[in-house]
């Protein structure tokens, strides 16, 4: 079975500053995907970025970016020029390869951007 | 695009009560996915189908949920008799898994449900 960890339970940054969000998992899977999930206090789970495991090159979207290690089964979350906007859950989420796979996902990270 | 539709939004019922959930998923995507969220238990699956057909079933907590995909546009999560502990957020989420090599779930606004 697959685990995912967020051990930061809690973090904040300042508006336009940048933040990492921490997040491991553990498979015996060789393929598979990795996720990251916002949740703002509407409750709305949105995507916000997602990294194949065969591709060595970290994904980016806008401000997002991802830090893939896949040998030490690491996938860090870097938010650039945080915006109030960004204020909200982070879940880093895992899904195998193959027809109909679930997500698991991790415990989640609460992000707050303050002035 | 609506993206994935879920009604109703907010229920609230009493124990012993039947609860049933309603999810339309993105038109094309050929997976749906049911999730629950809850603080001690976090996001946790519930069921899958894909083409409409159940896969796995076993996040399921007991026989009281019951799920159904009569057709590709329309899904049901059933909870009978209803208790106090299944309150929480249940999620639909839909994909277009395999198609075009997509594999990305999208999810609905979900549904807080609250059982007195």
């Known amino acids: 079975a697959q685990t995912v960890t967020q051990s930061q339970p809690e973090m904040s940054v300042q508006e336009a500053e940048t933040v990492t969000l921490s997040c491991t998992y553990d498979?015996?899977?060789?393929?598979?995907?990795l996720f990251w999930y916002k949740q703002p206090p509407s409750r709305q789970m949105i995507l916000v970025i997602r990294q194949e495991a065969y591709k060595q090159q970290n994904a980016t979207e806008n401000r997002f970016s991802v830090n893939f290690q896949k040998a030490a089964k690491s996938f860090s979350l870097k938010i650039s020029d945080s915006q109030l906007g960004d204020t909200a859950m982070y879940f880093c989420a895992f899904m195998r390869t193959g027809t109909a796979s679930k997500l698991t996902f991790g415990t989640g990270t609460r992000l707050q951007v303050t002035l | 695009d609506a993206g994935v539709i879920q009604s109703p939004r907010h229920e609230v019922t009493e124990m012993g009560q039947e609860v049933t959930l309603r999810c339309k998923p993105i038109s094309g995507h050929n997976s749906l996915f049911w999730y629950r969220q809850t603080m001690m238990r976090g996001l946790e699956l519930l069921i899958y189908?894909?083409?409409?057909?159940?896969?796995?079933d076993s996040g399921m907590p007991e026989d009281r949920f019951s799920a159904k995909m009569p057709n590709a546009s329309f899904s049901t999560l059933k909870i009978q008799p209803s208790e106090p502990r299944d309150s929480a957020v249940y999620f639909c989420?839909?994909?277009?898994?395999?198609?075009?090599?997509?594999?990305?779930?999208?999810f609905g606004p979900g549904t807080r449900l609250t059982v007195t």
């Open positions: 498979t015996s899977e060789s393929n598979y995907y």
């Open positions: 989420a839909s994909s277009p898994l395999g198609i075009a090599g997509a594999y990305e779930q999208y």
């Open positions: 189908f894909n083409n409409n057909v159940p896969i796995d």
